[in-house]
T-cell receptor, first 114, second 110 residues
């Protein structure tokens, strides 16, 4: 059983560019959450998708947007990249029906903005 | 914003010793979870404790929760070099929003 997968593993962009990160949830999971983790910090919640809709959102600007597809996979898009967007981006999946909210994390995508 | 604060932020112990990490949070929660992260990679879920539970065990892990003090502790007994990692507490409030603390960096010296 494949766990949560993310692509790409590493990415280098320049300021002003746009980036798309991808996530495939663990089999049987229907909810995907995205987090940004700056160096030396804990993950910060960006948003969560369930039934192809954004259900919760953290304190991130509209430059951060996402999408969930019918197969539950998800994309995170960041427009007009800033140097401060350099971070590890983590995707986590869970199953809404359990009520336990245990999230399973992917290995992350490390984004460097130059 | 970070909900929890782990204490200490860094901990160095000898192999075989016990490691205790604490977490404090600010708002009411549905549950609290502990995660481990190796070298800035993905997080591994360790244990979940519900708001109506006071203590939970899983192998060498023991977690306590005191909702009146809004705090939790993670005890790792008989530590091993492989336990070297960063440990995060994460609280879940309404609607599955998970909020992480800043983490405790644990080093276990062989």
């Amino acid at each position: 059983d494949a766990g949560v997968t993310q692509s790409p593993t590493h990415l280098i962009k320049t300021r002003g560019q746009q980036v798309t990160l991808r996530c495939s949830p663990k089999s049987g999971h229907d909810t995907v959450s995205w987090y940004q983790q700056a160096l030396g910090q804990g993950p910060q919640f960006i948003f969560q998708y369930y039934e192809e809709e954004e259900r919760q959102r953290g304190n991130f600007p509209d430059r951060f947007s996402g999408h969930q597809f019918p197969n539950y996979s998800s994309e995170l898009n960041v427009n007009a990249l800033l140097l401060g967007d350099s971070a590890l981006y983590l995707c986590a999946s869970s199953f809404t029906g359990t009520g336990h909210q245990t999230q399973y994390f992917g290995p992350g995508t490390r984004l460097l903005v130059l | 914003s970070q909900q929890g604060e782990e204490d200490p932020q860094a901990l160095s112990i000898q192999e075989g010793e016990n490691a205790t990490m604490n977490c404090s949070y600010k708002t009411s929660i549905n549950n609290l979870q502990w995660y481990r992260q190796n070298s800035g990679r993905g997080l591994v879920h360790l244990i979940l404790i519900r708001s109506n539970e006071r203590e939970k065990h899983s192998g060498r892990l023991r977690v306590t929760l005191d909702t009146s003090k809004k705090s939790s502790s993670l005890l790792i007994t008989a530590s091993r070099a492989a336990d070297t990692a960063s440990y995060f507490c994460a609280t879940t409030g309404g609607y599955q929003k998970v909020t992480f603390g800043i983490g405790t960096k644990l080093q276990v010296i062989p």
